[in-house]
């Protein structure tokens, strides 16, 4: 049991590149979560799943997409980074609403936008 | 985001009581929680607390839930410096978790 595993852990982009952000859970929960976090502010959500194959927009979903082509795995995908996508992500999955404590992050991919 | 407000930072003493204070907008919330971050890593949720309860004690946290003044606080006790973290609360609506900025506390010996 792995847990949420995120790759990569790092990595460094040229504005205009794009990428994506790979996740993914063993512990076969229903919805995942993609957030970043700033310095100085709280995780804010960017997209979530709350199933297979269903996605929904969070708070900051601009310049972002995501798939969640199967129970296991929420990929996030950056078309065309821009500098303002500096930051640090994580991917979160749980039950959906159902049973509030069931949380888990996985470690982060730390991505800096030249 | 802006809906959730925390302290930025705390300093406590070795074997003394910490106390993190954070407040809420929407009382529609139905879970509430706390999480600790520590320094390159993901968050960790410690305890978490359903809108109807008021208080929660697990080992050494307590959560108090005030819902009419929408503060919700965590008590540390006999706090080690293994407790030196970011601490995040954060409110469940529907799906979607809206987390406060951080309290940083620094423990000191």
């Known amino acids: 049991n792995a847990g949420v595993t995120q790759t990569p852990k790092f990595q460094v982009l040229k504005t205009g590149q794009s990428m994506t952000l790979q996740c993914a859970q063993d512990?076969?929960?229903?919805?995942m979560y993609w957030y970043r976090q700033d310095p100085g502010m709280g995780l804010r959500l960017i997209y979530y799943?709350?199933?297979?194959?269903?996605?929904d927009k969070g708070e900051v979903p601009n310049g972002y997409n995501v798939s969640r082509l199967n129970k296991r795995e929420f990929s996030l995908r950056l078309e065309s980074a821009a500098p303002s996508q500096t930051s640090v992500y994580f991917c979160?999955?749980?039950?959906?609403?159902?049973?509030?404590?069931?949380?888990?992050f996985g470690p982060g991919t730390r991505l800096l936008v030249l | 985001g802006e809906d959730v407000e925390q302290s930025l930072f705390l300093s406590v003493r070795e074997g003394d009581s910490s106390v993190i204070n954070c407040t809420y907008t929407?009382?529609?919330?139905?879970?509430l929680y706390w999480y600790k971050q520590e320094p390159g890593a993901g968050l960790q949720l410690l305890t978490y607390?359903?809108?109807?309860?008021d208080m929660k004690q697990d080992q050494r946290l307590t959560v108090l839930l005030n819902k009419k003044d929408k503060h919700l606080s965590l008590r540390i006790a006999d706090t080690q410096t293994g407790d030196s973290a970011i601490y995040f609360c954060?409110?469940?609506?529907?799906?979607?978790?809206?987390f406060g900025a951080g309290t940083t506390v620094t423990v000191r010996a």
């Open positions: 929407d009382s529609s919330s139905t879970y």
């Open positions: 799943s709350a199933s297979e194959g269903t996605t």
């Open positions: 607390i359903f809108s109807n309860m």
């Open positions: 979160e999955s749980g039950l959906a609403g159902v049973d509030g404590e069931t949380q888990y």
């Open positions: 954060a409110e469940r609506i529907d799906y979607k978790l809206s």
């Open positions: 512990m076969n929960h229903n919805s």
